[in-house]
């Protein structure tokens, strides 16, 4: 049996994302998500997923966005308390400093905390921009999962459809270190799905590429990354993704995508099925 994990990111990232992604669960295909603490609209975020138990919420940990939970910090946030605003500054913390891997971890524990101290126990761990992959992190977002008792991450081992041009280094590399990383969770006792497919799409998952997925489903247990939403509240965040999530949005609401699972016979579920 093929079974499937439609995660959006970002929830609680602003009132116009967390209600794209609760409609999108409500009235399409979404089965699960991922939450952002430290985000304007977390809490908020909480207390509907709170009300729809239905809904699989993981965390999506973040280093490069959003206001840290922890006191103290200097390895990782500049003199602001404000987190390196891309990947290749947060890398470049972590390569110059040996404390930045320790505040990751306290920092990370802390964004779990944020959930789990409104009863809300996450399912699974990602993060923001895949940064759970470099190998430096790969150690801290293992070590998390075990000490908080949750049974799952991803690993963005990227699946690339017929036809689709030879992914880039970029894409080639993140698809190595999820390799790297799946096999350090199966050691871990952690689970992680087969498959993962999204990155090569963030920003452009349309209906016609749902088709072209749905007609492609490798065997086992995926994961699909997508981002819906509104862009009420991203005016002025950080984010190249404003208007592209609602297009996300009214392909996961598309009635006929929701018929054509059923036709294929693929279960839809969340990582706390794993």
Not at 189 to 214: A, C, K, M, N, P
Request: glycine content about 8%; hydrophobic content about 40%.
């Amino acid at each position: 049996m093929r079974r499937l994990i439609i995660n959006a990111d970002d929830f609680g990232f602003s009132v116009g994302v967390t209600d794209g992604i609760l409609r999108a669960h409500q009235e399409g295909i979404l089965t699960s998500t991922t939450l952002m603490a430290g985000m304007p609209d977390a809490q908020r975020a909480v207390g509907l997923a709170l009300d729809t138990p239905s809904l699989g919420v993981g965390m999506h940990l973040c280093l490069t966005q959003g206001t840290p939970l922890s006191k103290n910090l200097s390895a990782i946030v500049d003199s602001s308390n404000r987190f390196p605003p891309t990947v290749g500054k947060l890398l470049a913390r972590l390569l110059i400093n040996r404390r930045a891997a320790t505040e990751v971890e306290r920092e990370w524990s802390n964004q779990i905390d944020f959930a789990l101290r409104s009863d809300l126990t996450p399912t699974h761990l990602d993060s923001h921009k895949h940064v759970h992959h470099l190998p430096m992190l790969q150690p801290v977002i293992l070590r998390l999962a075990q000490y908080h008792k949750i049974a799952a991450i991803r690993t963005a081992r990227e699946y690339s459809l017929p036809g689709d041009p030879a992914p880039s280094l970029g894409y080639k590399l993140a698809a190595h270190l999820g390799r790297r990383l799946a096999t350090r969770a199966k050691t871990a006792g952690i689970h992680t799905t087969d498959w993962f497919f999204g990155l090569q799409y963030t920003g452009r998952f349309s209906q016609e590429v749902w088709q072209r997925l749905l007609a492609n489903l490798p065997p086992g247990v995926g994961e699909v990354m997508v981002h819906p939403g509104y862009s009420e509240g991203l005016d002025a965040a950080a984010t190249r993704l404003v208007a592209e999530r609602k297009l996300e949005l009214d392909a996961l609401l598309a009635p006929n995508l929701k018929d054509e699972l059923k036709r294929l016979g693929v279960e839809r579920t969340t990582f706390a099925e794993l």
